[in-house]
T-cell receptor, first 111, second 118 residues
Framework: EDKVVQSPLSLVVHEGDTVTLNCSYEVTNFRSLLWYKQEKKAPTFLFMLTSSGIEKKSGRLSSILDKKELSSILNITATQTGDSAIYLCAVENVGAQKLVFGQGTRLTINP | GAVVSQHPSRVICKSGTSVKIECRSLDFQATTMFWYRQFPKQSLMLMATSNEGSKATYEQGVEKDKFLINHASLTLSTLTVTSAHPEDSSFYIC??????????????FGPGTRLLVL
């Protein structure tokens, strides 16, 4: 059974800190790993990773995939209160053509 | 702007009634749509895959007779929660992949429907 595990489940930091969120997976026929940010409603897409070792970057957010370790990290530097959200990691399986989500990391940035 | 819409955004109903939730792709056709359920402080759990022109595929543990899915057209899928009970109270989200290949990057989520069963 495909499985995605995120850690930590909850994280509280102060504005300006840097955070690293983790995602590990077990999946057959891996296609891609995705990161989403969810505030109050629907998740919004952040990154899609398919190749190991290639960092994707968007502003203060960056992410990288390690296919050997079956994991990915999401980094957020110089955090702001607007970064407070649930961050979801999902894996796309070629065969099943669906996304399997991790439990999510609830990130809280205090001013 | 939004490319997938859901209606209603919020619904409160009495126990035993049925509730229909609509998911529409706004400017593209979606032969497949996905229905998720999210309980408070938990992640998205895939309930079923809605297929246009054929039966939905349900995930293990999801009762197909309770959660009826109808993919009526290439832009509309409906989820009906039949004989709803308080334990069905949850946040229901649909999604639709826009591209034929990488379903992850082009998967658009609806804004969700919050269901409260009294």
């Amino acid at each position: 059974e495909d499985k995605v595990v995120q850690s930590p489940l909850s994280l509280v930091v102060h504005e300006g800190d840097t955070v690293t969120l983790n995602c590990s997976y077990e999946v057959t026929n891996f296609r891609s790993l995705l990161w989403y940010k969810q505030e109050k409603k629907a998740p919004t897409f952040l990154f899609m990773l398919t190749s190991s070792g290639i960092e994707k970057k968007s502003g203060r957010l960056s992410s990288i995939l390690d296919k050997k370790e079956l994991s990915s990290i999401l980094n957020i530097t110089a955090t702001q209160t607007g970064d407070s959200a649930i961050y979801l990691c999902a894996v796309e399986n070629v065969g099943a053509q669906k996304l399997v989500f991790g439990q999510g990391t609830r990130l809280t940035i205090n001013p | 702007g939004a490319v997938v819409s859901q209606h209603p955004s919020r619904v409160i109903c009495k126990s035993g009634t049925s509730v229909k939730i609509e998911c529409r792709s706004l400017d593209f056709q979606a032969t497949t749509m996905f229905w998720y359920r999210q309980f408070p402080k938990q992640s998205l759990m895939l309930m079923a895959t809605s297929n246009e022109g054929s039966k939905a595929t349900y995930e293990q543990g999801v009762e197909k007779d309770k959660f009826l899915i109808n993919h009526a057209s290439l832009t509309l899928s409906t989820l009906t929660v039949t004989s709803a009970h308080p334990e069905d109270s949850s946040f229901y989200i649909c999604s639709a992949p826009r591209g034929p290949y990488s379903w992850g990057e082009t998967q658009y989520f609806g804004p969700g429907t919050r269901l409260l069963v009294l």
